[in-house]
């Protein structure tokens, strides 16, 4: 048997059916995801590409539990360490799915005036690790990451993503996934906004956490992403489904084709 046949799925995604909610008119319910499947083994970096529109913000928001999306059919499988088991997360709520392994960045970070990084960080650890952390652990941790990272020090002193620029902010999901350490990362387009020098070192720094046993699921339009974190198995969503899986070589294939040639050769 080999060495990915031995590896435990992280994520089993099943038929999974999401509508949106408008939460000013909850009344006004939008389907978007149409049946969904996806298996995730430890250590597998995955991909989803797509067009605009094709549902791709709206799953990563679903598997992490956010309030505005509902599960309407279909299942989130979900390895859960302390019970050492997959278990449905549906009716999960978002702080126990991150309490048991999962991590989403956001496309669009919001700012919180008032709220230092550092304490923001020392809080979310705190409560995501279930004990107390010292000062003095937490800041050789949060200095080390942010080293790696090239943030300047001073940097944890600002209140979290104010005035933070594109590329800021989503240095800063890399740090929180740094320290945070997750079983399964989920990145919702971390490279977009970012120029090519923020681009290299947002992708170093999810780089320095592969290690054979943490996954990850990147949500990108593009290419330029994946040239810097190879992912094996990438997922083109349109129209709310999957209409194409493949390896690498999909990439290529995309950015010669163009998402519209590979959705006309689906339907």
Request: avoid cysteine; proline fraction near 3%.
């Amino acid at each position: 048997m080999s060495d990915k046949e031995n590896k435990k799925t992280i994520l089993e995604i099943s038929n999974l059916h999401a509508e949106y909610i408008n939460p000013q008119n909850t009344t006004e319910k939008i389907p978007i995801l149409h049946g969904i499947n996806i298996s995730i083994k430890e250590g597998e970096i995955h991909a989803i590409m797509g067009p605009n529109g094709s549902g791709k913000s709206t799953l990563s928001s679903v598997i992490m539990g956010h309030p505005h999306y509902k599960v309407t059919k279909g299942e989130i499988n979900f390895f859960n360490k302390n019970t050492n088991k997959l278990e449905n997360i549906v009716d999960m709520p978002a702080f126990e799915r991150a309490r048991i392994g999962l991590f989403l960045s956001f496309q669009y970070p919001a700012a919180v005036p008032g709220l230092p990084v550092s304490q923001f960080l020392r809080n979310a650890l705190k409560t995501l690790r279930n004990e107390e952390i010292s000062v003095k652990e937490f800041r050789k941790e949060m200095n080390d990451s942010m080293d790696f990272l090239k943030m300047d020090n001073e940097f944890a002193k600002r209140y979290l993503n104010e005035g933070f620029s594109g590329g800021e902010k989503k240095r800063m999901e890399i740090l929180q996934m740094t320290l945070i350490k997750p079983a399964l990362a989920v990145l919702d387009e971390i490279d977009s906004g970012l120029d090519i020098d923020a681009l290299k070192i947002v992708s170093d720094g999810i780089n320095s956490l592969i290690d054979g046993k943490r996954s990850f699921l990147l949500i990108t339009h593009y290419k330029r992403l994946l040239d810097y974190v190879k992912a094996e198995n990438i997922h083109v969503l349109a129209g709310g489904k999957i209409i194409k899986q493949g390896g690498f070589e999909l990439v290529d294939i995309l950015e010669s084709k163009g998402y519209d040639e590979i959705v006309k050769e689906a339907q």
